[in-house]
């Protein structure tokens, strides 16, 4: 019978925004239906966070209230019968070590899978667009550096100041804008032109929404496609051996 095999259960911590979930909701459904066939369909359970809640948190400073928010949903994930959890946010992966340790289930990880992309693509020196978090903080950068030997570059300072308010102010509310949309295309290009850069990676579940059909020289990395198929790929490796660690 199509459908009838051994599957993994995904636990989605989203909402971050709600409109890149919808999209994680679409690809990993897709994808098992394009693997297994007939009305087959994901095994998932979701916490869709308050992202203007995980937003205050940040913005205050006050980090164990923001970890909180995290660990209550994996632990509700858990409870759920999630087998493993997907982050459905770059930023969000500041917390997936805490994460991990507190649900006691792993995380499938969104810096091993952009890693995993650019080795395979030959990329070794990759531009990475996001929050200000993602670009300057560590957890998704020192990762791809030390673990996979890549070499990482970032916008100046200004444009990553400029590129966290759009993100914030516009994408984070379902605003994508031609504005918006020519200004993070040039930052691509000049990024390519100036220093290098042999992809750029959507480090934003939101960036790929808006730069939807969009060309550039510069091969783009979408973060959001990648992450979503990777966690398809692990819920559907239950039956083949396929260990945890191997999946990831």
Partial sequence: MPGSVDMRTAGLIGGLSWHSTLEY???????????LGGAASA?????????AEVLGAGRDGDDGRHARIYLDAADALRRAGADFIVICSNTGHRRADEVER???????HIADVIAKAARTAS????????????????????RLERRWRLDITVPDRDTRRALDRLIADELSRGIF?????????????????????????????????????SQTRCPM??????????AAEHMLSAGDGTSTEAAR
């Fill in 25 to 35: 909701y679409r690809v990993i459904n897709t994808a098992v239906a394009r693997a």
């Fill in 43 to 51: 095994r998932l359970v979701l916490v869709s966070l308050n992202f």
């Fill in 102 to 108: 507190a649900a006691g289930l792993p995380v499938v």
């Fill in 123 to 142: 990329h070794s020196r990759i531009a990475l667009l996001g929050t200000a978090a993602t670009m300057e903080a560590p957890f998704i950068r020192e």
């Fill in 177 to 213: 804008s031609d504005d918006a949309r020519t200004f993070t295309l040039g930052v691509i290009d000049r990024l390519e032109r100036e220093q290098g850069a042999q992809a750029a990676v959507l480090a934003c579940t939101e960036l790929p929404i808006l730069l939807s059909g």
């Fill in 221 to 230: 990395l979408d973060t959001l496609r990648l992450h979503a198929e990777a």
